[in-house]
T-cell receptor, first 112, second 114 residues
Framework: GESVGLHLPTLSVQEGDNSIINCAYSNSASDYFIWYKQESGKGPQFIIDIRSNMDKRQGQRVTVLLNKTVKHLSLQIAATQPGDSAVYFCAETYTGRRALTFGSGTRLQVQP | GAGVSQSPRYKVAKRGQDVALRCDPISGHVSLFWYQQALGQGPEFLTYFQNEAQLDKSGLPSDRFFAERPEGSVSTLKIQRTQQEDSAVYLC????????????FGQGTRLTVV
């Protein structure tokens, strides 16, 4: 029911620590993956993406790892800051499909 | 504008009422998407436009939902005879090229059906 959806998995970290957010996907045909950050009352904001021909991609303070064998995606945030507090979603799609399929989200709470 | 703009930000509708939600994409963006986000869940795809052509409407939950983008810019999502289960945030996103690469989302319209 609706109350179940409210209980997002939550990751609580101390400011300055590294954070790792995980995501499992089920469609073996998926070949493009995106991580989004969503703050309260706002739309999802693009963080980083990766295609299936890569297993790692780095951005500014963020790294995405892709393990196609076990269909697992992770987002690593270095030196986590209070401004990183938000809900993080992974999303997937495949060549020829324009829609994204979003995961259920993880809430990141950064303690000062 | 600088980003995707949606209006209204909040809409309260009585059950059975028709509603219209507006999306102004980033100027020049070819692709436009509508997603529905229930409380505490990830967004779910509703429909996709490439310019004025609605190329994918597989996510529309019923024939009460209708979307249009007649001139290839502004889009309207219309919900007829609203039901309580339609209560959600409706998100619009646009991208410069055909496809989903780096789509930019608006802030959404929160629809509450009472």
């Amino acid at each position: 029911g609706e109350s179940v959806g409210l209980h997002l998995p939550t990751l609580s970290v101390q400011e300055g620590d590294n954070s790792i957010i995980n995501c499992a996907y089920s469609n073996s045909a998926s070949d493009y993956f995106i991580w989004y950050k969503q703050e309260s009352g706002k739309g999802p904001q693009f963080i980083i993406d990766i295609r299936s021909n890569m297993d790692k991609r780095q951005g500014q303070r963020v790294t995405v790892l892709l393990n196609k064998t076990v269909k697992h995606l992770s987002l690593q945030i270095a030196a986590t800051q209070p401004g990183d507090s938000a809900v993080y979603f992974c999303a997937e799609t495949y060549t020829g499909r324009r829609a994204l399929t979003f995961g259920s989200g993880t809430r990141l709470q950064v303690q000062p | 504008g600088a980003g995707v703009s949606q209006s209204p930000r909040y809409k309260v509708a009585k059950r059975g009422q028709d509603v219209a939600l507006r999306c102004d994409p980033i100027s020049g963006h070819v692709s436009l998407f509508w997603y529905q986000q229930a409380l505490g869940q990830g967004p779910e795809f509703l429909t996709y436009f490439q310019n004025e052509a609605q190329l994918d409407k597989s996510g529309l939950p019923s024939d009460r939902f209708f979307a249009e983008r007649p001139e290839g810019s502004v889009s309207t999502l219309k919900i007829q005879r609203t039901q309580q289960e339609d209560s959600a945030v409706y998100l619009c996103a646009s991208s410069l090229e055909a496809g989903t690469t780096e789509a930019f989302f608006g802030q959404g319209t929160r629809l509450t059906v009472v």
